[in-house]
């Protein structure tokens, strides 16, 4: 297993800088602005358990935290934060702060799913991928993309591994019913123009992370984009096409042309932790029919006057698709009720928060 903080440094990359992993106008205006916070800004490239893998402009260095110094929460791969050096010479770097996120990439945990997990902050985009060599499976894709609105981050639907599907214009179809007004590409490892035309829709400076279940080929397509990562990959079960989970930390690395890629272990299960704005826009087409409903609030299950009932009842809108909607929905409000209140109500704030900056972000990208 190679060590992110070796590889990825300026040995294997040439002198690098903070811009090189991201760093822009924005960032150095929210480290001006923590208030009494010391030390200089890097970003976290990969964590293992206690220890983070840092990127600064000094280049790689591992931190820890250390108790008496306050960190508004732990952080996550993409994250940018403030390291000072100490303080031991085992321990050579200590967090001393953590800007403040432009998206959140979170689940419900495994197991109860009732607390979140944090799986990756400041991703601008996130390829969803999903493998041709299997049927395409609509719910899982509405599932994964209402995740990912729901992050602050822009879903892209990514049909991985064109070369063994059946028939790839009608995987596209079926798949571009379901990814309403997402964008949608085939890529194979084995076709290196569909490997080019992936790089050059990616933009210097921002960063993409993969997700989907394991042996789809995400770290395979890190590997083809990011020559110098050398991520683990390995055959998935010829019986039925699943996964071996080869990839087992989240870790980031810079991509030819400038973009960061961001390489996560295979999910075995996604699960919605919030309904804020991800579920509508996962799914404009329930959406926009809910405009006509007679109940501003009309949850689209047996009010009367409910025009998704009736597009649905009419043929209008695809049965299984509003169930997955009410599904998908019915399980972020039960964590809600569930989880502990407090703790949600702190993660909810920070999200909320998170979630402005990213539309704040967006402009700003647009303006460039
Ligand atoms: N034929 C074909 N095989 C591919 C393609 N992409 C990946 N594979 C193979 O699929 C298997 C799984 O690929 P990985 O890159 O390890 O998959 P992953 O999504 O990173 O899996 P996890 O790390 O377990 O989540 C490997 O044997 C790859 O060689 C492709 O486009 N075409
Ligand atoms: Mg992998
Ligand atoms: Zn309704």
């Given amino acids: 297993m190679k060590r992110s903080c070796s ?45 983070w893998s840092v990127q600064t402009a000094e280049g790689p260095v591992y931190a820890r935290i250390v108790s008496g110094i306050q960190v508004p929460s732990a952080p996550v791969v993409g994250d940018w ?29 495994a197991g109860t799913g009732l607390e979140e997990q944090l799986l990756a902050a400041n991703v601008d985009v996130v390829w969803v991928v999903h493998g ?12 994964y993309l209402a995740v990912v609105w729901e992050s602050g ?22 798949a571009e019913r379901v990814a309403v007004g997402v964008r949608v590409r085939t890529v194979s490892s084995v076709d290196a123009d569909s490997v080019v035309r992936l790089r050059e829709s990616t933009r210097a400076g921002t960063t993409v992370a993969l997700v989907g279940p394991s042996g789809v080929g995400k770290s395979t397509l890190v590997n083809l984009l990011a020559p110098a990562a050398n991520a683990a990959t ?36 996604l ?3 919030s309904v804020d704005e991800g579920l509508d826009r ?27 009932v009736e597009a649905e009842a009419a043929g209008r809108v695809d049965a299984d698709r509003v169930a997955s909607y009410r599904k998908l929905r019915a399980e972020a409000e039960y964590q809600a009720r569930k989880s502990d209140p407090v703790a949600r109500k ?12 990213m539309k704040y972000h967006q402009k700003y990208r647009r303006e460039e």
């Fill in 282 to 308: 996962a799914f404009p087409d329930i959406e926009e029919l809910a405009r006509g409903c007679r109940f501003r609030d009309c949850r689209h299950e047996s009010e009367p006057g409910c025009a998704v």
């Fill in 153 to 174: 981050a822009v879903p892209e639907l990514l049909l991985s591994k064109s070369d063994l599907s059946p028939d790839v214009d009608e995987a596209v179809a079926e």
């Fill in 271 to 273: 699960r919605l932790w």
């Fill in 81 to 109: 934060i403030l390291v000072t050096p100490g303080p031991s010479a085992s321990d050579p770097w200590t967090v001393t702060g953590l800007l403040p996120r432009i998206s959140r990439l979170v689940r419900g945990a």
């Fill in 346 to 357: 702190a993660a909810l704030a920070e999200h909320k928060s998170a979630m402005k900056t």
């Fill in 7 to 51: 590889q990825a440094g300026p040995t294997a990359t040439g002198s690098t800088s903070l811009l090189d992993w991201g760093w822009n106008d924005t960032w150095a205006d929210r480290a001006a602005e923590l208030d009494g916070a010391r030390g200089q800004p890097g970003r976290v490239v990969a964590q293992d358990r206690d220890r």
């Fill in 234 to 269: 390995a055959a998935v079960r010829s019986k039925d096409h699943k996964g071996r989970h080869t990839t087992i930390r989240r870790e980031i690395y810079r991509m030819e042309g400038g973009a960061l890629l961001l390489d996560t272990p295979g999910i075995r299960e």
């Fill in 132 to 143: 041709l060599d299997a049927p395409i499976n609509e719910r899982r894709i509405e599932r």
